[in-house]
T-cell receptor, first 114, second 117 residues
Framework: LAKTTQPISMDSYEGQEVNITCSHNNIATNDYITWYQQFPSQGPRFIIQGYKTKVTNEVASLFIPADRKSSTLSLPRVSLSDTAVYYCLVGDPPRGGSQGNLIFGKGTKLSVKP | GAVVSQHPSWVICKSGTSVKIECRSLDFQATTMFWYRQFPKQSLMLMATSNEGSKATYEQGVEKDKFLINHASLTLSTLTVTSAHPEDSSFYIC?????????????FGPGTRLTVT
């Protein structure tokens, strides 16, 4: 499984766009990139997954360059409630994949201030 | 999205006793369930994978005789922490995976906080 590297923490202010970058230099051809959000004492919540280029949903956008060695989760206009830990996972995708054993890295703790 | 529940949401037990945690998929059939453990300020660590009707597969370093996993139905998996000790105090999270239409989807439960005194 490809190892991921993310910043340990990030600070932002309400209303700003937040971009969290994840490095995954050893990503395999079949690997997808998935991001989860976790609030304290709660289970992780799926945010977005993608394979290449750009994926957008109602919550976030995911940018993946052509070499796929990194990816960026973009959260538009964050609010205080977006304060959480964000995990970047590389491997079999939770949606549509065949395995399901999601391996979590250290994650990025995002703090949104008023 | 689909709902996965865990019961109890928190539990306190005495050292040496056993504790059972339930994980249920409420509106879909989970052919596979995963159990994770998360210590404070750390990431989730996969403990084991269980497929309905078969024995669980444990990750390296996880004692199968201490963490008993049963996946007897497509909607229920249980994790029993046997002879619990204070170092077993942690946040236990399950994840359920099943077919939704023609592809698989996977959802996490809300977690169970175990405190061993």
């Amino acid at each position: 499984l490809a190892k991921t590297t993310q910043p340990i923490s990030m600070d932002s202010y309400e209303g700003q766009e937040v971009n969290i970058t994840c490095s995954h230099n050893n990503i395999a051809t079949n690997d997808y990139i998935t991001w989860y959000q976790q609030f304290p004492s709660q289970g992780p919540r799926f945010i977005i997954q993608g394979y290449k280029t750009k994926v957008t949903n109602e919550v976030a956008s995911l940018f993946i360059p052509a070499d796929r060695k990194s990816s960026t989760l973009s959260l538009p206009r964050v609010s205080l409630s977006d304060t959480a830990v964000y995990y970047c996972l590389v491997g079999d995708p939770p949606r549509g994949g065949s395995q399901g054993n999601l391996i979590f890295g250290k994650g990025t703790k995002l703090s949104v201030k008023p | 999205g689909a709902v996965v529940s865990q019961h109890p949401s928190w539990v306190i037990c005495k050292s040496g006793t056993s504790v059972k945690i339930e994980c249920r998929s409420l509106d879909f059939q989970a052919t596979t369930m995963f159990w994770y453990r998360q210590f404070p300020k750390q990431s989730l660590m996969l403990m084991a994978t269980s497929n309905e009707g078969s024995k669980a597969t444990y990750e390296q370093g996880v004692e199968k005789d201490k963490f008993l996993i049963n996946h007897a139905s497509l909607t229920l998996s249980t994790l029993t922490v046997t002879s619990a000790h204070p170092e077993d105090s942690s946040f236990y999270i399950c994840s359920a995976r099943g077919l939704s239409g023609s592809s698989y989807e996977q959802y996490f439960g809300p977690g169970t906080r175990l405190t061993v005194t």
